[in-house]
């Protein structure tokens, strides 16, 4: 490890600074508020996210500064909290490493709540144009859609934005803070992957009904007819299905769908009750029959439904063990994570990570 003391920082130029901030291990002592101040401008001149600690006035500069400035709040000066962004009531070291998991969690949690969402876009509009490309009756109405985007999709989309912390998000290195939210990758995988996998069994379920009543292409079908209402229904319960699969993949991102354990999120499954729960009265009530224009789907459909919700996991599992061993064989972007005191002893100097790709949570 690399010590450079007061004496030693003040002849450094900008560039010798910079140089001398690229080793692995780095500790500068006893350094003046200006110093302080420079080492992290030249931090963030590298394109580095900069988090300080402090306590006293001479910190302030230097807080205010950083990308996050952390000040003590029970030891700390009022200089020190008025120019810091974070105060930490309990001036306890693992308090960071707290606020540091958890933001990791809310930020994977609304990339996997963004896909869930996104995905059932899909399935919705390619019925409509069929509809209208293809001449064909019309698989969806606008109160079935409404159905899936304010009835059976709501309860697992919080459940997803309420996913507890990963086992290991901590072991994770940072991530490239130039990165979106949302993002290609995200926009790709739900709308041009598992969007296209859920509309393809939607359709297939519609089509499979209208030929097993007899209906050929090119033949008129009246609206209020049982046979439409029956595939109406079918495409419904399929994008449905194919959702319940789909809350289960979005769970991650690139790790395998059951390397995360079901029961840490329970209400995940009082979503999918409930989505069940839903889609059963919309299809099997006379009430829901009559609101949203349905019929009793047969056992033969769900059958044939099946299959694609199989597919769609074996083929997400495909892209996902691809995106693994691709990161694997590339080459990070540089980034840098500073461990308190508390969590990793006295002494602890700065240590340098190779940084990942989006789906990971910031620091």
Same mark, same amino acid.
């Given at each position: ?36 101040? =420079? ?7 590298? =394109?580095? @996210? ?23 709040? =029970? ?24 606020? @540091? ?9 609304? =990339? ?94 519609? +089509? ?21 209402? /029956? ?26 769908? +059951? ?10 499954? @009082? ?20 609101? +949203?224009?349905? *019929?009793?789907?047969?056992? *033969? ?37 500073? /461990? ?24």
């Amino acid at each position: 490890m690399k010590i450079h003391h007061l004496t030693v920082l003040r002849r450094l130029s900008d560039t010798q600074l910079q140089i001398a901030l690229e080793a692995p291990e780095v500790l500068f002592a006893r350094v003046a508020p200006v110093d302080k101040r =420079r080492v992290v401008m030249a931090l963030k001149r590298k =394109r580095e @996210v900069v988090a300080v600690t402090g306590d006293g006035v001479n910190d302030a500069p230097a807080l205010k500064e950083a990308h996050i400035g952390i000040a003590m709040g =029970r030891s700390g000066t009022d200089v020190a909290r008025e120019a810091a962004d974070v105060v930490l009531a309990d001036d306890h070291f693992a308090s960071i490493v707290a606020a @540091v998991e958890e933001g990791r969690a809310v930020y994977s949690n609304i =990339r996997k709540f963004l896909t869930y969402i996104l995905t059932s876009n899909v399935p919705e509009l390619v019925p409509y144009l069929a509809f209208v490309l293809l001449r064909i009756p019309l698989p969806l109405s606008i109160l079935q859609i409404l159905a899936v985007d304010l009835g059976t999709d709501m309860l697992p989309a919080l459940a997803l934005g309420a996913e507890p912390p990963h086992a290991r998000v901590m072991q994770q290195p940072p991530s490239d803070f130039r990165k979106r939210l949302l993002d290609a990758p995200l926009l790709l995988r739900a709308y041009l992957f598992l969007g296209v996998m859920e509309a393809a069994a939607g359709m297939a379920a519609f +089509f499979f009904v209208l030929s097993r009543g007899g209906w050929r292409y090119g033949e008129p079908l009246a609206w209020n007819a049982p046979l439409h209402a /029956q595939a109406m229904a079918a495409c419904l319960g399929a994008i449905v299905v194919m959702q319940v699969c789909n809350v289960l993949l979005c769970r991650t991102e690139r790790a395998p769908t +059951f390397s995360v354990r079901l029961r840490d999120n329970p209400l995940l499954f @009082v979503g999918v009750a409930v989505e069940l729960l839903l889609l059963a009265f919309i299809l099997y009530t006379p009430w829901g029959q009559r609101v +949203f224009a349905t *019929a009793p789907v047969p056992a *033969a459909a769900w059958l044939f439904v099946l299959p694609f919700a199989a597919g769609m996991l074996v083929l997400e599992e495909g892209r996902k063990a691809w995106v693994r061993r691709r990161q694997r064989g590339g080459r990070g972007i540089p980034g840098r994570a500073v /461990q308190p005191p508390g969590a990793m002893g006295p002494s602890a100097p700065l240590r340098r990570f190779p940084s990942q790709d989006p789906g990971r949570s910031p620091p």
